[in-house]
Protein backbone atom coordinates (compact mmCIF):
# COMPACT_ATOMS: atom_id res chain seq x y z
CA UNK A 1 0.00 0.00 0.00
CA UNK A 2 1.48 3.42 -1.04
CA UNK A 3 2.28 5.43 1.90
CA UNK A 4 2.30 9.14 2.20
CA UNK A 5 2.98 11.90 4.89
CA UNK A 6 -0.03 13.78 3.83
CA UNK A 7 -2.82 12.89 1.97
CA UNK A 8 -5.05 15.64 0.58
CA UNK A 9 -8.81 15.08 -0.98
CA UNK A 10 -10.13 17.26 -3.53
CA UNK A 11 -7.40 19.13 -5.87
CA UNK A 12 -9.39 22.25 -5.99
CA UNK A 13 -7.87 25.74 -4.63
CA UNK A 14 -7.81 24.58 -1.33
CA UNK A 15 -6.08 21.62 -2.16
CA UNK A 16 -3.95 21.90 -4.87
CA UNK A 17 -1.99 25.21 -3.44
CA UNK A 18 -1.93 23.59 -0.06
CA UNK A 19 -0.20 20.54 -1.64
CA UNK A 20 2.23 22.79 -3.80
CA UNK A 21 3.02 24.62 -0.44
CA UNK A 22 3.55 20.92 1.24
CA UNK A 23 5.92 19.93 -1.67
CA UNK A 24 7.56 23.62 -1.22
CA UNK A 25 8.40 22.37 2.71
CA UNK A 26 9.50 19.09 1.54
CA UNK A 27 6.66 17.49 2.70
CA UNK A 28 5.86 13.92 0.91
CA UNK A 29 2.14 14.86 -0.57
CA UNK A 30 -0.08 13.23 -2.81
CA UNK A 31 -3.29 15.09 -4.14
CA UNK A 32 -6.76 12.80 -4.77
CA UNK A 33 -9.16 14.60 -7.62
CA UNK A 34 -11.39 12.90 -9.31
CA UNK A 35 -12.05 15.03 -11.80
CA UNK A 36 -8.84 17.58 -13.17
CA UNK A 37 -7.11 20.20 -10.49
CA UNK A 38 -8.21 23.28 -10.27
CA UNK A 39 -11.79 22.08 -8.81
CA UNK A 40 -14.66 24.17 -9.40
CA UNK A 41 -12.98 27.73 -9.35
CA UNK A 42 -10.92 26.45 -12.67
CA UNK A 43 -13.12 24.52 -14.17
CA UNK A 44 -16.61 25.69 -13.64
CA UNK A 45 -16.37 28.88 -11.54
CA UNK A 46 -14.18 31.86 -10.97
CA UNK A 47 -12.64 31.33 -14.00
CA UNK A 48 -14.72 30.49 -16.60
CA UNK A 49 -17.13 32.76 -15.76
CA UNK A 50 -14.64 35.63 -15.19
CA UNK A 51 -13.74 35.38 -19.22
CA UNK A 52 -17.52 35.37 -20.03
CA UNK A 53 -17.71 39.03 -18.04
CA UNK A 54 -14.90 40.48 -20.10
CA UNK A 55 -17.16 39.56 -23.31
CA UNK A 56 -19.79 40.92 -21.76
CA UNK A 57 -17.96 44.23 -20.44
CA UNK A 58 -16.63 44.71 -23.76
CA UNK A 59 -20.06 44.16 -25.99
CA UNK A 60 -21.30 46.69 -23.98
CA UNK A 61 -18.67 49.18 -24.52
CA UNK A 62 -18.93 48.44 -27.85
CA UNK A 63 -22.47 49.32 -28.04
CA UNK A 64 -21.69 52.64 -26.56
CA UNK A 65 -18.99 53.71 -28.76
CA UNK A 66 -20.64 55.90 -30.11
CA UNK A 67 -20.31 58.20 -26.82
CA UNK A 68 -16.48 58.04 -27.22
CA UNK A 69 -16.53 59.28 -30.92
CA UNK A 70 -16.20 55.65 -32.61
CA UNK A 71 -18.78 54.39 -35.06
CA UNK A 72 -19.30 51.03 -35.11
CA UNK A 73 -21.26 49.59 -38.15
CA UNK A 74 -22.44 46.39 -36.32
CA UNK A 75 -21.19 44.28 -33.25
CA UNK A 76 -22.69 40.63 -32.77
CA UNK A 77 -21.97 38.00 -30.29
CA UNK A 78 -20.91 35.00 -32.02
CA UNK A 79 -21.06 32.48 -28.72
CA UNK A 80 -19.33 29.16 -30.11
CA UNK A 81 -16.02 31.43 -30.09
CA UNK A 82 -17.05 32.69 -26.76
CA UNK A 83 -17.58 29.25 -25.29
CA UNK A 84 -14.16 28.39 -27.11
CA UNK A 85 -12.38 31.36 -25.78
CA UNK A 86 -13.52 30.37 -22.52
CA UNK A 87 -12.91 26.85 -22.26
CA UNK A 88 -8.86 27.55 -23.67
CA UNK A 89 -8.89 29.66 -20.55
CA UNK A 90 -9.59 27.34 -18.59
CA UNK A 91 -7.77 24.16 -20.12
CA UNK A 92 -4.42 26.77 -20.26
CA UNK A 93 -4.96 27.27 -16.63
CA UNK A 94 -5.50 23.59 -15.41
CA UNK A 95 -2.96 21.82 -17.84
CA UNK A 96 -0.30 24.93 -16.13
CA UNK A 97 -1.40 23.16 -12.36
CA UNK A 98 -1.23 20.10 -13.99
CA UNK A 99 2.30 21.09 -15.63
CA UNK A 100 3.65 22.09 -11.39
CA UNK A 101 2.37 18.66 -10.35
CA UNK A 102 4.40 16.90 -12.61
CA UNK A 103 7.62 19.32 -12.19
CA UNK A 104 7.03 18.46 -8.66
CA UNK A 105 6.01 15.13 -8.61
CA UNK A 106 3.06 15.59 -6.66
CA UNK A 107 1.16 12.47 -7.12
CA UNK A 108 -1.92 13.83 -8.75
CA UNK A 109 -4.56 10.76 -7.60
CA UNK A 110 -7.19 10.95 -10.19
CA UNK A 111 -9.36 8.60 -8.22
CA UNK A 112 -12.58 9.43 -5.98
CA UNK A 113 -12.31 8.45 -2.98
CA UNK A 114 -15.23 6.59 -1.14
CA UNK A 115 -13.55 5.12 2.36
CA UNK A 116 -11.61 7.16 4.86
CA UNK A 117 -10.79 4.23 8.01
CA UNK A 118 -8.24 5.03 11.14
CA UNK A 119 -5.75 2.32 11.12
CA UNK A 120 -3.36 2.31 14.23
CA UNK A 121 -0.75 5.36 14.07
CA UNK A 122 -2.34 6.28 9.67
CA UNK A 123 -5.41 6.54 7.86
CA UNK A 124 -6.46 4.64 5.09
CA UNK A 125 -8.12 5.60 1.98
CA UNK A 126 -9.86 3.73 -0.57
CA UNK A 127 -10.18 4.82 -3.80
CA UNK A 128 -11.71 4.12 -6.78
CA UNK A 129 -10.64 4.89 -10.86
CA UNK A 130 -12.85 5.08 -13.84
CA UNK A 131 -12.63 2.15 -14.48
CA UNK A 132 -14.09 1.17 -11.23
CA UNK A 133 -11.28 -0.60 -9.58
CA UNK A 134 -10.56 0.26 -6.03
CA UNK A 135 -7.01 0.90 -4.34
CA UNK A 136 -5.84 1.26 -1.21
CA UNK A 137 -3.19 4.03 0.03
CA UNK A 138 -2.21 5.82 3.53
CA UNK A 139 -1.02 8.59 5.11
CA UNK A 140 0.29 10.51 8.84
CA UNK A 141 -2.09 13.45 7.70
CA UNK A 142 -5.56 14.02 6.08
CA UNK A 143 -6.58 17.18 4.59
CA UNK A 144 -10.55 17.10 3.09
CA UNK A 145 -10.81 19.68 0.92
CA UNK A 146 -13.31 18.43 -1.64
CA UNK A 147 -15.37 21.54 -1.49
CA UNK A 148 -18.83 22.08 -2.51
CA UNK A 149 -21.87 21.27 -5.42
CA UNK A 150 -25.11 23.38 -6.27
CA UNK A 151 -27.70 23.18 -4.49
CA UNK A 152 -31.27 21.60 -5.47
CA UNK A 153 -34.85 23.03 -5.45
CA UNK A 154 -37.05 19.84 -4.60
CA UNK A 155 -39.70 20.68 -7.33
CA UNK A 156 -37.54 22.25 -10.23
CA UNK A 157 -34.27 19.12 -10.15
CA UNK A 158 -31.79 20.09 -13.02
CA UNK A 159 -32.21 18.62 -16.04
CA UNK A 160 -29.08 19.88 -17.96
CA UNK A 161 -31.28 20.66 -20.73
CA UNK A 162 -34.02 23.55 -19.26
CA UNK A 163 -33.73 23.53 -15.19
CA UNK A 164 -29.59 24.23 -15.13
CA UNK A 165 -26.66 24.66 -12.34
CA UNK A 166 -23.95 26.88 -12.81
CA UNK A 167 -21.79 23.79 -14.43
CA UNK A 168 -24.52 23.07 -16.69
CA UNK A 169 -25.28 26.75 -18.33
CA UNK A 170 -21.39 27.29 -18.14
CA UNK A 171 -21.48 24.17 -20.63
CA UNK A 172 -24.59 25.47 -22.97
CA UNK A 173 -22.82 26.40 -26.50
CA UNK A 174 -25.89 28.48 -27.15
CA UNK A 175 -27.50 31.79 -25.97
CA UNK A 176 -30.87 31.92 -25.22
CA UNK A 177 -32.94 34.16 -25.76
CA UNK A 178 -34.80 34.32 -22.12
CA UNK A 179 -33.07 32.98 -19.33
CA UNK A 180 -35.00 32.87 -15.60
CA UNK A 181 -32.69 33.52 -12.63
CA UNK A 182 -33.84 31.62 -9.39
CA UNK A 183 -31.71 32.93 -6.46
CA UNK A 184 -30.33 37.01 -6.44
CA UNK A 185 -26.92 35.75 -4.80
CA UNK A 186 -23.52 36.36 -6.21
CA UNK A 187 -23.52 33.84 -8.69
CA UNK A 188 -27.05 34.43 -9.64
CA UNK A 189 -26.43 38.21 -10.21
CA UNK A 190 -23.01 37.70 -11.62
CA UNK A 191 -24.66 35.49 -14.36
CA UNK A 192 -27.70 37.63 -14.90
CA UNK A 193 -25.33 40.75 -15.16
CA UNK A 194 -23.25 38.88 -17.73
CA UNK A 195 -26.11 37.67 -19.99
CA UNK A 196 -28.11 40.36 -20.34
CA UNK A 197 -24.96 42.44 -21.43
CA UNK A 198 -24.74 39.50 -23.94
CA UNK A 199 -28.69 40.47 -24.98
CA UNK A 200 -30.28 37.61 -23.48
CA UNK A 201 -33.02 38.82 -21.30
CA UNK A 202 -33.38 38.01 -17.79
CA UNK A 203 -35.18 37.99 -14.87
CA UNK A 204 -34.20 37.26 -11.42
CA UNK A 205 -36.40 35.56 -8.89
CA UNK A 206 -35.16 36.14 -5.49
CA UNK A 207 -37.19 35.79 -2.26
CA UNK A 208 -35.59 38.10 0.10
CA UNK A 209 -36.32 41.87 -0.16
CA UNK A 210 -32.53 42.08 -1.50
CA UNK A 211 -30.17 40.90 -4.05
CA UNK A 212 -26.71 39.49 -2.57
CA UNK A 213 -27.98 39.24 1.22
CA UNK A 214 -24.62 39.79 3.01
CA UNK A 215 -23.52 42.86 1.22
CA UNK A 216 -23.50 46.37 2.83
CA UNK A 217 -27.44 47.89 2.49
CA UNK A 218 -26.67 50.93 0.15
CA UNK A 219 -24.21 48.67 -2.05
CA UNK A 220 -27.00 45.96 -2.33
CA UNK A 221 -29.72 48.52 -3.45
CA UNK A 222 -27.39 49.84 -5.79
CA UNK A 223 -26.55 47.23 -7.26
CA UNK A 224 -30.23 46.29 -7.64
CA UNK A 225 -30.88 49.50 -9.15
CA UNK A 226 -28.19 49.12 -11.66
CA UNK A 227 -29.45 46.06 -13.03
CA UNK A 228 -32.92 47.13 -12.80
CA UNK A 229 -31.66 49.71 -15.61
CA UNK A 230 -30.15 47.80 -17.56
CA UNK A 231 -33.10 46.21 -18.35
CA UNK A 232 -32.84 42.96 -16.20
CA UNK A 233 -36.41 42.13 -14.65
CA UNK A 234 -35.86 41.70 -10.50
CA UNK A 235 -38.94 39.86 -8.39
CA UNK A 236 -37.72 40.34 -5.04
CA UNK A 237 -39.37 38.83 -1.99
CA UNK A 238 -40.95 36.84 -4.87
CA UNK A 239 -40.80 32.62 -4.17
CA UNK A 240 -41.19 30.13 -7.23
CA UNK A 241 -44.24 28.25 -6.32
CA UNK A 242 -44.43 26.04 -9.25
CA UNK A 243 -42.86 24.97 -12.64
CA UNK A 244 -44.69 23.76 -16.06
CA UNK A 245 -42.56 22.10 -18.75
CA UNK A 246 -42.46 21.09 -22.50
CA UNK A 247 -39.75 20.63 -25.06
CA UNK A 248 -39.53 23.87 -25.64
CA UNK A 249 -40.30 26.19 -22.62
CA UNK A 250 -41.33 26.46 -19.31
CA UNK A 251 -43.97 28.40 -17.45
CA UNK A 252 -42.60 29.63 -13.65
CA UNK A 253 -45.35 30.70 -11.51
CA UNK A 254 -44.36 32.88 -8.96
CA UNK A 255 -45.83 33.76 -5.20
CA UNK A 256 -46.76 37.33 -6.61
CA UNK A 257 -49.17 36.05 -8.90
CA UNK A 258 -46.97 36.62 -11.93
CA UNK A 259 -46.10 33.47 -14.64
CA UNK A 260 -42.67 33.93 -16.57
CA UNK A 261 -42.27 31.59 -19.84
CA UNK A 262 -38.97 31.52 -20.01
CA UNK A 263 -36.51 29.14 -22.37
CA UNK A 264 -33.93 28.30 -19.50
CA UNK A 265 -33.80 28.24 -16.04
CA UNK A 266 -30.46 28.51 -13.60
CA UNK A 267 -30.77 27.79 -10.38
CA UNK A 268 -28.51 29.39 -7.57
CA UNK A 269 -29.96 29.15 -4.59
CA UNK A 270 -26.65 28.17 -2.61
CA UNK A 271 -24.06 25.43 -2.42
CA UNK A 272 -23.72 22.43 -0.55
CA UNK A 273 -21.09 20.77 1.39
CA UNK A 274 -19.83 18.26 -1.11
CA UNK A 275 -18.35 14.96 1.15
CA UNK A 276 -19.93 11.75 -0.07
CA UNK A 277 -17.30 9.68 1.78
CA UNK A 278 -17.52 7.02 4.30
CA UNK A 279 -15.56 7.45 7.46
CA UNK A 280 -15.95 3.97 8.34
CA UNK A 281 -14.77 3.68 12.29
CA UNK A 282 -14.58 7.03 12.33
CA UNK A 283 -17.35 10.26 13.23
CA UNK A 284 -16.70 13.14 12.24
CA UNK A 285 -18.18 16.52 13.56
CA UNK A 286 -20.43 18.65 11.31
CA UNK A 287 -22.23 21.99 11.72
CA UNK A 288 -25.01 22.14 8.93
CA UNK A 289 -23.25 19.72 7.02
CA UNK A 290 -20.31 21.46 6.53
CA UNK A 291 -17.13 20.02 8.24
CA UNK A 292 -16.76 21.54 11.87
CA UNK A 293 -13.06 23.43 11.97
CA UNK A 294 -10.70 25.11 14.81
CA UNK A 295 -9.51 28.35 13.78
CA UNK A 296 -6.49 25.89 13.30
CA UNK A 297 -8.90 24.14 10.55
CA UNK A 298 -8.57 21.42 12.76
CA UNK A 299 -11.29 18.80 12.35
CA UNK A 300 -12.13 16.87 15.69
CA UNK A 301 -10.41 14.04 14.07
CA UNK A 302 -6.46 14.09 15.07
CA UNK A 303 -4.06 14.70 12.41
CA UNK A 304 -7.30 15.26 9.91
CA UNK A 305 -7.67 18.95 9.10
CA UNK A 306 -10.67 20.27 6.56
CA UNK A 307 -10.23 23.94 3.97
CA UNK A 308 -12.27 25.68 1.70
CA UNK A 309 -15.84 25.53 1.05
CA UNK A 310 -16.02 21.92 2.66
CA UNK A 311 -15.68 24.24 5.81
CA UNK A 312 -18.56 26.17 4.79
CA UNK A 313 -16.63 29.25 6.43
CA UNK A 314 -16.38 31.56 3.43
CA UNK A 315 -16.64 29.92 -0.07
CA UNK A 316 -14.08 31.58 -2.30
CA UNK A 317 -11.73 30.01 -3.98
CA UNK A 318 -8.91 32.75 -2.35
CA UNK A 319 -10.21 31.65 1.43
CA UNK A 320 -9.91 28.00 0.45
CA UNK A 321 -6.05 29.01 -0.84
CA UNK A 322 -5.61 30.98 2.49
CA UNK A 323 -6.79 28.19 4.66
CA UNK A 324 -4.92 25.67 2.60
CA UNK A 325 -1.78 27.51 3.05
CA UNK A 326 -1.97 28.06 6.67
CA UNK A 327 -2.79 24.06 7.07
CA UNK A 328 0.48 23.76 5.39
CA UNK A 329 2.50 25.93 7.76
CA UNK A 330 1.13 23.74 10.33
CA UNK A 331 2.31 20.23 8.73
CA UNK A 332 5.67 22.13 8.47
CA UNK A 333 6.00 22.69 11.88
CA UNK A 334 4.49 19.12 12.88
CA UNK A 335 6.78 17.26 10.41
CA UNK A 336 10.05 18.97 9.80
CA UNK A 337 9.54 20.56 13.68
CA UNK A 338 9.73 23.98 11.59
CA UNK A 339 8.57 26.76 13.80
CA UNK A 340 6.43 28.93 11.51
CA UNK A 341 4.22 31.61 13.05
CA UNK A 342 0.95 30.29 12.07
CA UNK A 343 -1.26 33.52 11.25
CA UNK A 344 -4.59 33.50 12.40
CA UNK A 345 -7.34 33.76 10.21
CA UNK A 346 -9.73 36.21 10.16
CA UNK A 347 -12.67 35.54 7.79
CA UNK A 348 -13.46 39.09 8.20
CA UNK A 349 -10.54 40.81 6.39
CA UNK A 350 -10.90 38.32 3.21
CA UNK A 351 -12.50 40.64 0.37
CA UNK A 352 -15.13 39.85 -1.51
CA UNK A 353 -15.83 40.15 -5.24
CA UNK A 354 -18.97 40.18 -7.60
CA UNK A 355 -18.08 40.74 -10.89
CA UNK A 356 -21.46 41.84 -12.21
CA UNK A 357 -21.50 45.20 -13.77
CA UNK A 358 -21.37 47.32 -11.95
CA UNK A 359 -18.61 45.23 -9.81
CA UNK A 360 -18.56 44.86 -6.23
CA UNK A 361 -16.13 44.59 -3.85
CA UNK A 362 -15.99 44.77 -0.28
CA UNK A 363 -14.13 43.80 3.05
CA UNK A 364 -14.76 43.89 6.49
CA UNK A 365 -17.98 44.77 8.38
CA UNK A 366 -21.31 46.60 6.41
CA UNK A 367 -22.37 50.04 7.72
CA UNK A 368 -25.13 48.23 10.20
CA UNK A 369 -22.44 45.74 10.88
CA UNK A 370 -20.12 48.57 12.34
CA UNK A 371 -22.99 50.69 14.22
CA UNK A 372 -24.03 47.28 16.04
CA UNK A 373 -20.56 46.31 16.98
CA UNK A 374 -19.16 49.70 18.04
CA UNK A 375 -22.37 51.85 18.29
CA UNK A 376 -20.64 55.01 16.75
CA UNK A 377 -18.86 54.70 13.55
CA UNK A 378 -17.30 57.07 11.18
CA UNK A 379 -18.08 56.69 7.58
CA UNK A 380 -15.98 58.20 4.78
CA UNK A 381 -17.62 58.12 0.65
CA UNK A 382 -16.58 59.16 -2.30
CA UNK A 383 -18.68 59.06 -5.59
CA UNK A 384 -17.07 57.67 -8.58
CA UNK A 385 -18.64 60.83 -11.08
CA UNK A 386 -16.33 63.27 -9.34
CA UNK A 387 -13.20 61.18 -10.22
CA UNK A 388 -11.28 62.41 -13.60
CA UNK A 389 -10.42 58.81 -14.70
CA UNK A 390 -13.37 57.44 -13.79
CA UNK A 391 -15.09 60.01 -16.38
CA UNK A 392 -12.35 59.55 -18.77
CA UNK A 393 -13.13 55.89 -18.89
CA UNK A 394 -17.20 56.97 -19.29
CA UNK A 395 -18.27 55.92 -15.61
CA UNK A 396 -20.55 58.15 -13.52
CA UNK A 397 -21.83 55.54 -11.65
CA UNK A 398 -21.13 54.33 -8.07
CA UNK A 399 -19.11 55.02 -4.98
CA UNK A 400 -16.57 54.16 -2.11
CA UNK A 401 -17.09 53.52 1.27
CA UNK A 402 -14.91 53.63 4.32
CA UNK A 403 -15.67 53.00 7.60
CA UNK A 404 -14.00 53.78 10.68
CA UNK A 405 -14.32 52.84 14.05
CA UNK A 406 -14.40 56.35 16.24
CA UNK A 407 -12.80 55.57 19.39
CA UNK A 408 -9.45 54.50 17.67
CA UNK A 409 -9.92 55.04 14.07
CA UNK A 410 -9.10 51.81 12.86
CA UNK A 411 -10.42 51.19 9.22
CA UNK A 412 -13.25 48.13 10.18
CA UNK A 413 -14.83 48.39 6.66
CA UNK A 414 -14.58 49.00 2.77
CA UNK A 415 -17.28 48.90 0.12
CA UNK A 416 -16.78 49.95 -3.12
CA UNK A 417 -19.46 49.54 -6.38
CA UNK A 418 -18.34 51.08 -9.55
CA UNK A 419 -15.49 50.14 -12.17
CA UNK A 420 -12.63 48.22 -11.18
CA UNK A 421 -14.33 47.72 -7.61
CA UNK A 422 -12.91 44.19 -7.62
CA UNK A 423 -9.05 45.00 -8.09
CA UNK A 424 -9.53 48.40 -5.80
CA UNK A 425 -10.77 46.26 -2.92
CA UNK A 426 -7.50 44.92 -2.68
CA UNK A 427 -6.51 48.12 -0.76
CA UNK A 428 -9.00 47.45 1.67
CA UNK A 429 -7.89 43.96 2.00
CA UNK A 430 -4.59 45.67 3.23
CA UNK A 431 -5.76 48.55 5.21
CA UNK A 432 -7.53 46.13 7.48
CA UNK A 433 -5.19 42.84 7.17
CA UNK A 434 -2.94 45.10 8.65
CA UNK A 435 -5.04 46.74 11.33
CA UNK A 436 -4.82 50.41 9.93
CA UNK A 437 -6.02 53.47 11.53
CA UNK A 438 -6.76 56.70 9.56
CA UNK A 439 -3.62 58.53 10.73
CA UNK A 440 -1.80 55.69 8.88
CA UNK A 441 -3.73 56.21 5.55
CA UNK A 442 -2.72 59.59 5.86
CA UNK A 443 1.34 58.50 4.90
CA UNK A 444 -0.23 57.06 1.77
CA UNK A 445 0.21 58.97 -1.49
CA UNK A 446 -2.37 58.07 -4.22
CA UNK A 447 -1.41 58.55 -7.75
CA UNK A 448 -2.98 60.55 -10.19
CA UNK A 449 -5.36 60.71 -12.31
CA UNK A 450 -6.63 56.58 -11.25
CA UNK A 451 -10.33 55.45 -9.58
CA UNK A 452 -8.30 54.73 -6.43
CA UNK A 453 -8.21 58.40 -5.79
CA UNK A 454 -12.06 57.37 -5.03
CA UNK A 455 -11.03 55.70 -1.97
CA UNK A 456 -8.26 58.29 -1.08
CA UNK A 457 -10.96 60.54 -1.04
CA UNK A 458 -13.39 58.42 0.85
CA UNK A 459 -10.78 58.28 3.41
CA UNK A 460 -10.67 61.89 3.94
CA UNK A 461 -14.38 61.93 4.30
CA UNK A 462 -13.96 60.10 7.04
CA UNK A 463 -12.78 63.29 8.79
CA UNK A 464 -15.01 64.97 6.23
CA UNK A 465 -11.52 66.75 4.46
CA UNK A 466 -12.25 65.44 0.88
CA UNK A 467 -11.24 68.03 -1.21
CA UNK A 468 -13.78 67.15 -3.92
CA UNK A 469 -16.77 66.67 -2.12
CA UNK A 470 -19.11 69.25 -0.40
C1 LIG B 1 -20.16 29.89 -10.97
C2 LIG B 1 -19.19 30.13 -9.84
C3 LIG B 1 -18.40 31.26 -9.86
C4 LIG B 1 -17.50 31.49 -8.83
N1 LIG B 1 -16.74 32.62 -8.87
C5 LIG B 1 -15.86 32.86 -7.86
C6 LIG B 1 -15.03 34.01 -7.89
O1 LIG B 1 -15.09 34.81 -8.82
N2 LIG B 1 -14.14 34.18 -6.88
C7 LIG B 1 -14.06 33.30 -5.83
O2 LIG B 1 -13.23 33.50 -4.94
N3 LIG B 1 -14.84 32.21 -5.78
C8 LIG B 1 -15.73 31.97 -6.76
N4 LIG B 1 -16.49 30.84 -6.72
C9 LIG B 1 -16.36 29.93 -5.56
C10 LIG B 1 -15.12 29.04 -5.71
O3 LIG B 1 -15.17 28.35 -6.94
C11 LIG B 1 -15.04 28.07 -4.56
O4 LIG B 1 -15.09 28.80 -3.35
C12 LIG B 1 -13.76 27.28 -4.59
O5 LIG B 1 -13.65 26.53 -5.78
C13 LIG B 1 -13.69 26.32 -3.39
O6 LIG B 1 -12.48 25.63 -3.45
P1 LIG B 1 -12.31 24.22 -2.72
O7 LIG B 1 -10.89 23.84 -2.93
O8 LIG B 1 -12.83 24.29 -1.36
O9 LIG B 1 -13.28 23.22 -3.48
P2 LIG B 1 -13.59 22.92 -5.00
O10 LIG B 1 -13.09 23.96 -5.91
O11 LIG B 1 -15.05 22.60 -5.02
O12 LIG B 1 -12.74 21.62 -5.28
C14 LIG B 1 -13.03 20.41 -4.65
C15 LIG B 1 -12.50 19.30 -5.51
O13 LIG B 1 -12.63 18.08 -4.80
C16 LIG B 1 -12.93 17.04 -5.72
N5 LIG B 1 -13.56 15.97 -4.96
C17 LIG B 1 -14.71 16.04 -4.23
N6 LIG B 1 -14.95 14.86 -3.63
C18 LIG B 1 -13.94 14.03 -3.97
C19 LIG B 1 -13.65 12.70 -3.65
N7 LIG B 1 -14.43 11.98 -2.84
N8 LIG B 1 -12.54 12.14 -4.18
C20 LIG B 1 -11.72 12.85 -5.00
N9 LIG B 1 -11.96 14.13 -5.34
C21 LIG B 1 -13.05 14.73 -4.82
C22 LIG B 1 -13.85 17.73 -6.72
O14 LIG B 1 -13.85 17.05 -7.97
C23 LIG B 1 -13.26 19.12 -6.82
O15 LIG B 1 -12.37 19.24 -7.90
C24 LIG B 1 -17.39 30.57 -7.76
C25 LIG B 1 -18.18 29.41 -7.75
C26 LIG B 1 -19.07 29.19 -8.78
C27 LIG B 1 -19.90 27.94 -8.76
Known amino acids: ?193 IYQQMGVEVEIVELLPKLVFNEDEEISRRLAMALKKSGIKLHLKTAVESIEKDENQMILKLSNGKEISTEKVLVSVGRAPNLDIDFKNLELKLENGFIRISDKMETNLSNVFAIGDITGKL ?67 FPFSANGKSLGIGNKFGFAKVIAETKDHKIVGMHIIGPQATELIAQGGIFLGTDAKIEDLKKIVFAHPTLSEVVMEAIEDLEKLSIHKM
Open 1 to 193: MTHFAVAIIGGGPGGYVSAIRLNQYGIDVAVFEKERLGGVCLNHGCIPTKSLVKVADLFAEIKESENFGIKVNSSQIDYSKVWERKNSIVERLVSGVEYLFQRRNIPNINELVIQIEKCEDHYKIISRNREGEESSYSADYLILATGSIPQQLPFMKFDEKQILSSKDLLKMQELPNHLVVVGGGVIGCEFAS
Open 315 to 381: MLAHSASKQGLIVADIMNNKINADKKEIINLNYENIPKCIFTNPEIGSVGLAEQQAQERFGDILIGK
